[in-house]
């Protein structure tokens, strides 16, 4: 089992959807959870960290389910600008594959 | 904004010959880590350093891969015989707490000929 597994999609959604990714991860002991965005070629940017209790930043919301070992973050109103690839990360060290998005107009 | 800075941007070098990538994380961070991505894949976790010392490594980093950091500032990754397959993006990032947010580097394209 991979230690963390992210859908690569790709989404492809239009301007304005909302958009939820899901990520699972395999050690129970993990500690810390966050989202990145990475643009083309580019290196990984911080979107959220995510917490128990969720934790919102305008359009986006993340959450972790520790007693199912997922994390998700939801994305609403999505725009053009949001098309990266978005890497759920498991104690700085656990990288999914990342999920492609593409908002369309 | 204090940010991580690596060189250099892009290396080209023969199969067999020794590289150098260099690192200069953020200034108070205590943590430092190396990563890379093979074009249209993952990143992967390669070392993570602290305290002067090796805290943890993936089975990525094998007897041709070092880390040092010579002088409290630079943090360097040393591949002693590079092979085509090391062809990748190597990032480098740095955080203050250990589990915390990373700040990463604009990377070091390395490319094997």
């Known amino acids: 089992r991979k230690e963390v597994e992210q859908d690569p999609g790709p989404f492809n959604v239009p301007e304005g959807a909302t958009v939820a990714f899901n990520c699972t991860y395999s050690?129970?002991?993990?500690?810390?959870f966050f989202w990145y965005r990475q643009d083309c070629r580019k290196e990984p940017k911080l979107l959220m960290s995510?917490?128990?209790s969720g934790n919102e930043d305008g359009r986006f919301t993340a959450q972790l389910n520790r007693a199912s070992q997922y994390i998700s973050l939801l994305i609403r109103d999505s725009k053009l600008s949001d098309s990266a690839t978005y890497l759920c990360v498991v104690d700085d060290m656990r990288f999914g594959a990342g999920t492609r998005l593409t908002v369309k107009p | 904004e204090p940010e991580v800075t690596q060189t250099p941007s892009h290396q080209v070098t023969q199969m067999g010959q020794e590289v150098i990538l260099r690192c200069v994380p953020i200034?108070?961070?205590?943590?430092f880590y190396w990563y890379r991505q093979i074009l249209g894949q993952k990143v992967e976790f390669l070392v993570s350093?602290?305290?002067?010392?090796?805290?943890?490594k993936s089975e990525i980093f094998d007897d041709q891969f070092s880390v040092e950091r010579p002088d409290g500032s630079n943090f360097t990754l040393k591949i002693r015989s590079t092979k085509l397959e090391d062809s990748a993006m190597y990032f480098c990032?740095?955080?203050?707490?250990?589990?915390?947010?990373?700040?990463f580097g604009e990377g070091s394209r390395l490319t094997v000929l």
């Open positions: 990032a740095s955080t203050w707490l250990e589990g915390g947010e990373l700040f």
């Open positions: 050690n129970s002991a993990s500690q810390s």
């Open positions: 350093f602290y305290n002067n010392e090796i805290s943890e």
């Open positions: 995510v917490y128990s």
């Open positions: 200034s108070n961070h205590l943590y």
